[in-house]
C-alpha cells in the first residue's frame, strides 16, 4: 500500500516538475521573444529614425538651394530696381537658364507676374513656358508679408506632364508690384532626395503638410497626392521618438517617426508596418518556438520515460519485495536451520530455525557479522575451557571446513541433537549454509541398525553383522599375513534348562553369557551370537605365526571356559552351565567365512562328543601342538615349583684364551622328557607371566653365583651375562626388581651384563632407553645380542647406554662361505670400536672364523671351539685351568 503511495508520490513529483520545467521554458521562451520582437522593433525604430534624420537634413538642404535659387533672381535680374516693362524677357529668360542648369533638383525656374503670365523662364520657349500652378497659389505666395518660399500642392505639369511641386517666393519691383519666382521640382526627384538610396523593407515616406496634404510618398501613391491623409494625433510634430501608429500610406499598424522640415510647416514622416518590422524576427521567433517546442517534446519523453521507468522500478520492487517477503516466509517456514554468507564471509541472512539449533547466538547474530565471529560465540559458549589459541585454531579449524567444505558433514551438538551442515558455495563466492536436524534420523538409522545386526536379547552382533566383519577380518589377515582366530560356543544342556524353568530363564541365561563373554574380550574382538545358544568369538591380528595364534587363541578360550563356569543367578535359580567351545585359525587360507564357521562348529561338536566342558581346535595337528604346548606350559609351572631349572655357563674369551666371563644359560631338567631345549619352551614362557618367574629365577641364580664368586680369586672378576627378554623389560618394575636382586644377593652390580635383543629395546624405545640407564647408573652392564639380525636399531645405536655388542652366530657361522656375512661381521666390529663398545662373536666353531674375527678386530669369543655351554662344576674346575684376567672394575 505504501509502495503504491509512494509510487504515486513520485509520478505526481514527475508530473510537478516536468509542469515546471515547461512553464520555465514557455516563459524562458516568451521572454525570449518578447525580448527579441523589442529588439526587432527598437532597431526598426533605430532606423527609421536614422532614415528621417537623414531625409529632413537632405531635404532641407535641398529645399535651401531652390530658395536661395528663387531668392537669387532678384539680384540675378535686378527686378528691384526695375518696372515689369523694363525687363528684357529674353535677357533674363537667359540668364534664369544659366542658374537653372546648376541646379539638381529644378527643372524649370519661371518669373511670373501677379497675374500668372511668365515672364521669363529656363524653358527654351522663355516667357512661352506654361506654369499652371494650383488655384490660389500665386495669390497665397504674393500676400505674404514677407516673401518666403511657399510650396504648393502636388500638380501635373503642362512642359512635363510629371507630377510636381511648384516652389517659389515673391519678388518686390521698383514700383513695389511683385514678381513670382517659381521653381518647377518633379516629385520622383525630391523623393530620391529624401530616400537617399536607403532601402528599409516596409518603408513608407511621406512628405506632408501639418494639416496632413500629402506633397509626395514613398512608394508613390499617385491617387493619394495632394489629398489629406489623417493627422497626427497626439504627436507633437517635432517629436524623434518613434511612435506606434498607423502608418501614414496603408494605414497597417506601424512605427511612425516624423520630423518638420526647415519651410512651410512641412515634415517628413517614415513608416515601417510591423509586420515588415518584425519580419526577421519571425524567423527567430519560429526558431525560438521550435526550439521550444523540441525541448518540451524533449522534456515530456524524458518525463514519460521517468514514469514509465519509475513504474517499471516499483513494479521491479513490489516484485522483489514480494519475492523477498515469499522467500522470507519460505525460511521461516523451513525445518531446517539456514544461513546465508556473502563473499567476505558476513552474515546476510538466517532464519528462527537456526538460532533454535544454536540458541546462543541469538543474542549475537546481527547482519553483515563475521562468520568468524558467530564460531567465536560458539566456542566460547560452548567449549569455555579453551585457551585463547585453542579456540583460535578451534575457529580456524571451522572456517577451513566451512570454506573447503562442499556437500555435507554433521556435527554433534552437545544437547544431543544430530545436524547435517550442507554449505553450497554461492556464484558470487558466498556460503548458503543449511543446517537440518537429523537426530532423529540417526536415532533411526541406528535402531535400524541394531535390529539388522545385532541380537535384541543380548544386544551382540547377529550373524549378519560376523560374517561381515570376518569377511573383512580374513581379507585383511591375508593381506598383513597375521593370524586370527574364529571360536563357537554352544552351552551345554540349555535346552534343558529352557525345557524345564522356562525360555525366560534361558534368556537370562544368554544374557549373562553374552555379558561374561564381553569381559573376557579385547575391544577389537567379536563377540556375536548366531541364535539360540550359540556365540561365536572372533579374535583378530593375534600373531604371524600359527603356534603362537593358537596359543592366545587358547589363552582366551580357556578364560572363557572358566568365565562361564562360574555360578549364574537367573532370577531365583542358581544355576551352573559351561560351554563347548570349537577353536579355528584363520589368516593363511583363503577359506570363505561360511567355511571357517563350519570348522569352528565342527572343532565345538568334537567337544560335545568328549564330554564338553573343553576347548577344541578343527585342525588335529594344531590340536596336538596346542595340546603339547599346554601340557608345557603345565610343566613349566611345575618345574619352577619342583626347581627343575638349572643354569649352564659358557665362557666367554680373550683373544689371549683367557676367561673373562660366561654367559648363564637355562637348562631344564624335565622329569619325562630329561633335558628341554630353552629354545623349546622359553618362547612359550615368553607368551605368559611364566617368562617372568623363569626370568627372575635366572637372574637371582646367575646373582647368587656372583656374589659366591666375590671370595674366589679365580672368579671374583668374571662378569655374568643373563638374558632378558622382551616381557620383561617391559615389566614396569624390571628396574627395582634387577637392583633389588641384586642387593639381596650381594652381587656386584658391574659384574653384571644384562643382554638384550634389538627387538626387545625397540619395543618400546624411549622407555627401554629409560630404564636401561637407571640400571646402567647402577653399574649394571649392557650388551645387544643378536645384533645385525633384527630391526635396524642404528638409529638408537648411539642413544642406548651399551657396553657390548654380540656378533650373532648367524653370521659367525657364514664366515668363509657367504661373503656378504663377513662383510656385516667387520661392519659390526668398526661401528662398536667407533662407539666404543666392546664386541664379542657368539657361536665360534672353527678357528677360520676364530682368525677371520681376530684379524678385523674383535677381542672376545664365545662358542663351542672354546667351549660349550657347562654346568657350574665343570665351569669351575675349566676355570681353574685357564688363566684368569685382572678384575673388571666398574
Ligand atoms: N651351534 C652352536 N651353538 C652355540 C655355540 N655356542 C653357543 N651356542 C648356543 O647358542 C645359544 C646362545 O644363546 P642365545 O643366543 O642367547 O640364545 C638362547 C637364548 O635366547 C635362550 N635362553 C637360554 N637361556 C636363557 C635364559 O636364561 N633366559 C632367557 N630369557 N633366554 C634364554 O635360549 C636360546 C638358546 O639357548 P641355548 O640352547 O643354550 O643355545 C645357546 C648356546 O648353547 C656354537 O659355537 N655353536
Redesign the pocket.
Known sequence: MSMLANRNRMVAGTVGLVGIFLLALTLAAAALLWTTRQTALADSEEQEVRFVSGAVAALNRSLLGVDVLLASMDSLLGLSGLVQEWIDEDNASRLIRGVTEQSLIVRYVALVDPNGRVVASSHASGSGLQVNLPDGFLSETMSQPVSTLTISAPVVSFASSERVLYLARYIKMADASKMLAVAQVEIPVLTSIVIQGVDISGLEVTLERADGQLLASVPNQERLLGTRLPPFTGIHQGATQATRMATRLTGAPGIVVTRPVLYQDMLISASIPEAAALDEWRTQRDFIISVSLVFTAMILAAAGFAIWYMQRLQHARLGIAHSKNTLDQALESMVSGFVLLNAEHQLVSWNQRFLEFYPWLASCVQPLLPFEAVLNASAMDQFPQLDEEQRRQWIQRHMTQLLNAQGTHEQALPSGKAIQITVRRTPEGGRVIVYQDVTVLREAMVEIEKLAFYDALTHLPNRRLLMDRLEHATASNARSGRYGALLFLDLDHFKVLNDSLGHDIGDLLLQQVAQRLKTCMRAEDTVARLGGDEFVVMLEDLSSRSVEAAAMARHIGEKILEALNQPYQLAAHKYHSTPSVGVTLFGATALSSADLLKQADIAMYEVKAHGRNDLCFFDPQMQATINARAQLERDLHAALKNNEFE??Y?PQYTLQGQVVGA?????WHHPERGMV???EF?SVA?ESEL?MH??QW?LRTACEQLAAWRTQPAASALQLS????AR?LQQREIVAQVLSILEETGAPTHLLKL?L?ESTVLVNVDESIAKMGQLKAQGVHFSV??FGTGHSSLAYLTQLPLDQLKI??SFV?NIGLKPTDGVIVQTIIGMARNLGLEVIA????TQLQQEFLAEHGCTLY????FC??VPLTAFTTLLAQTQQPDAITQ
Open positions: 643354569l649352564y659358557q654367559e648363564v644359560l637355562i637348562r631345549s630353552p629354545i622359553i615368553e617368562i623363569i626370568g635366572v643373563v638374558n632378558l627378554s620383561q643382554e635383543t645380542d643378536d650373532d652366530q657361522r657368539e657361536g665360534v666353531e664365545q662358542g663351542y671351539l660349550k655351554p
